[in-house]
């Protein structure tokens, strides 16, 4: 795989946060260049256009890219710039980890599992939405296919055989939603017989959401539907300090894009105080699969390490650090 990749520094924090991942990134020594492109508000300023096919290009041609935040306009245009761009890429699998830190305002201090979710269909897809001529009844439709099932099935038992994990679990509403979770239940248990070495277990959405709640421990990989894994990626993210510590990555079979799972934040943007490591787990994500897994181990022991020094945090773990600290803080322990 090539070493440049395309980078959208993004809007708000995202030049902010994304200034301070490079800088860490650089600090390792893995050779990475990179191709900057624009999307979002800063596109739409310079280029007239959400997503301009020169950013397209860029991301078809490196197949990798590491996405600051992005502002979606309210009213006209695309619902999100994410979403068309997952699926504009055909990125089907979100693949968010919620790994506890220490030093960290969160209810547990072990966990470690992830989050795979489908992201191209399901319910989040919000197809054939109608609103009745009198604003009185709204209906939308849910699609689910064997193959969008499969193919995010077999993601999360291969990554669970990859990184030796050792259960993958279901989850579903296939008691009430018959059709629709019920085909995504049928093929991850066809899909799960062919892991044997893989423990498989199921979940209905609304008891998995009070066991993450009540005992986290038991969760490694958990696969589902798109809307049920948006919701279940954002509680992890909270059982382990919020979205400053949330990265996430959109795969598919021709391009890959590492992000931090929250937005553009504007009540802080130019500030300086942004946190910088839900988009450096994301970068840590894109090493991963860059193939450069003892950089990606190194960035994470590193922010581990720089939890300590409270100082030089930002202010939403606590401290009083700018962006530009923390990441430093992290640097300086990424290369000792
Ligand atoms: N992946 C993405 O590009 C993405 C994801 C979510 C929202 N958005 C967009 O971002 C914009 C703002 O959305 P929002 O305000 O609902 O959510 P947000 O995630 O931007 O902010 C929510 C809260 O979390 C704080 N926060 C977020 N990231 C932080 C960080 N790194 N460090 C410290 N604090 C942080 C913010 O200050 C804010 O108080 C919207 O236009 C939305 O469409 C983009």
Do not use: W
Request: hydrophobic share 40%.
């Amino acid at each position: 795989m090539s070493n440049t990749i395309a980078v959208i520094r993004g809007d708000g924090i995202g030049p902010e946060i994304m200034d301070g991942t490079l800088s860490v990134l650089d600090a390792l020594g893995v050779g990475l260049e990179y191709d900057f492109v624009d999307a979002g508000m800063t596109a739409l300023d310079k280029h007239g256009e959400l997503i301009p096919a020169e950013t397209m290009d860029a991301i078809r041609r490196h197949r990798v890219a590491l996405k600051g935040p992005l502002t979606t306009p309210v009213g006209g245009g695309f619902s999100s710039i994410n979403v068309e761009l997952r699926r504009r890429f055909d990125l089907y699998a979100n693949v968010r980890p919620a790994i506890s830190f220490p030093n960290t305002k969160s209810r547990y201090d072990d966990i470690d599992l992830i989050t795979v979710r489908e992201n191209t269909e399901g319910a989040y897809g919000s197809e054939g939405q109608t609103l009745s001529e009198d604003g009185d009844t709204a209906m939308s439709q849910i699609k689910v296919t064997r193959r969008g099932s499969e193919r995010i099935v077999r993601y999360a038992f291969d990554l669970a055989r990859r990184t030796g994990r050792k259960k993958v679990s279901a989850v579903h509403k296939a008691n009430i939603m018959k059709t629709t979770s019920g085909l995504f239940l049928k093929v991850a248990r066809e899909i799960a017989a062919e892991y044997a070495d893989i423990e498989f277990n199921e979940y209905i959405v609304d008891n998995c959401c009070m066991q993450l709640v009540m005992r986290p421990g038991q969760f490694d990989v958990i696969v589902t539907t798109n809307l049920f894994g948006d919701i279940i990626s954002d509680l992890c993210a909270g059982l382990v300090g919020g979205l400053g510590l949330a990265p996430g990555a959109n795969i598919g079979s021709e391009a890959a894009i590492f992000e931090a799972v929250h937005g553009s934040a504007p009540d802080i943007a130019g500030k300086g105080i942004a946190n910088p490591c839900a988009l450096l787990l994301g970068a840590a994500q894109m090493l991963d699969h860059l193939g450069k897994g003892e950089a990606a181990t190194r960035v994470r022991k590193a922010i581990v390490g720089a939890m300590s020094d409270r100082d030089r945090l930002t202010p939403d773990l606590g401290g009083n650090g700018s962006t530009a600290d923390f990441a430093k803080a992290i640097a300086e322990r990424a290369t000792a």
